[in-house]
């Protein structure tokens, strides 16, 4: 547990985001930067996220979600995308302890049937062990999309009415929001972008209607305790009206 954190002191404990959804992005500039194999980029930033799984259980956050692996990134080099595959595997294997003795409850959202059985065994056991832990929700977004996450709840929408089990006048925001992945957890309250890119990259397309967006130009290796109590401060001067008005 981390020691004299002064910055913390300038959070509201009461008004915490619930949710918090970070786009991790800048591993890659961070190895170039140094001369590195893009590689060794991603196994810093696995440090990186390490110790804000940790903040995050300290802070008693109710839900982190992490893009750790987007529909899209198969298009990287098959060596890239297996160390990460691997990377994941490893930080599970290493971590999962330690998350469960702090009543971390792990969550998947994506497809992860088309992964490699190491992946699958690694991922299940990690979900199953820590199924009923109360704590921080960590949910790792991986081989996610958020067209094809939309895709999937339309079909199962369409297969519901096929079968005469609703009707449309059935299909509502909350009906769709509860076929998602993210089903059983509230939206983002704030979307965290490491590396300075002004995009949402198919992440949370739905969920993330009304977050706080906050984007740093740190890239992801370099993005520690510090950052996220910044980040969070800045989310609770922010005026939330939800289109509305006060
Ligand atoms: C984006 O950086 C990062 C990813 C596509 C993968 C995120 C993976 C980690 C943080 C590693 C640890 C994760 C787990 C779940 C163990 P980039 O490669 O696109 O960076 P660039 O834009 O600078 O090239």
New binding site residues.
Partial sequence: MSKNINYRTKLNSETLPKHIAII???????A?KRLLP?TA??RA??K??RKVVETCTELKIQVLT?????TE?WKRPEGEVSY?ME??V??LNKEIKELHDNNVKIQIIGDIQVLNNSCKQEINRAILMTENNTGLIFN?ALNYGSRTEIIYAIKQVAEQIQANLITIDDINEQMLSNTLYTSNIPDPDLLIRT?GEMRLSNFLLWQIAYSELWITEK??PDFGEKDLIKAIVDYQKRDRRFGGIK
């Fill in positions: 991790m992005d800048g591993n890659g500039r961070w170039k893009r980029g991603h930033g696995m990186s996220l992490v893009y750790a692996f987007s990134n990460l990377l994941l490893e930080y790792i590396a890239l992801w």
